[in-house]
């Protein structure tokens, strides 16, 4: 068996869900609540620990998963589209794929909106003028507006990471660092 499997099963069917949705909310003119509503369950997962056990545990049957996703959706005020699907997919025992979904969502709304996201890492918080000029230097680069996904790793010492769609560039001294010591190896 291919151990790759399961996690190109569950891309599938995340996809699937996503294309719908996106399709949905296209037709209806709702995209920007879709993509609010995206980012909210984003937020809700990071934050919610009762909320990943919902969608990951078993135990929870059709009929509870499906009214708890139905009360969450209510009670964050998530579009008609998305509570339908979360109960959709609650019924399915398809809520183990939300995250892949989510982020497929996100994808698909940046195609459209010609926006491509950057994954920065830095040592520190980027300022706020920082993460501007980055981000200009990127759509100079890319051709595109560039949404920065930015997050810190202070083991990187100083200098960013930058990974625009299968481009990566690392400055990091941490990398630097490491260059410098297999050359050592090398020599030595």
């Known amino acids: 068996m291919d151990v790759s499997e399961p996690a190109s099963i569950s891309t599938g069917i995340a996809a699937r869900y996503a294309t719908a949705m996106f399709d949905l909310a296209e037709e209806e003119g709702a995209l920007a609540a879709l993509e609010s509503d995206v980012a909210a369950l984003e937020a809700a997962l990071a934050e ?88 200009a230097t990127l759509k100079a680069s890319v051709g595109r507006d560039v949404k920065l996904n930015a997050t810190v790793d202070e083991s990187l010492i100083g200098g960013l990471v930058v990974k625009v769609g299968s481009r990566m560039i690392d400055t990091s001294i941490k990398a630097k660092l490491n260059a410098l010591q297999n050359t050592m190896k090398e020599v030595g």
């Open 48 to 135: 919610s620990a009762d909320l990943r056990d919902v969608i990951t545990s078993p135990i929870y049957g059709r009929e509870a998963s499906g009214a708890a996703m139905g009360k969450v959706a209510e009670a964050m005020g998530l579009s008609t589209i998305t509570g339908n699907t979360l109960r959709l997919m609650a019924q399915k025992r398809r809520l183990f794929v939300l995250p892949a979904m989510l982020r497929a969502l996100r994808e698909m709304i940046a195609e459209h909106k010609g926006e491509v996201t950057a994954d920065v890492v830095s040592a520190k918080a980027l300022t706020k003028a920082q993460a501007e000029k980055l981000a």
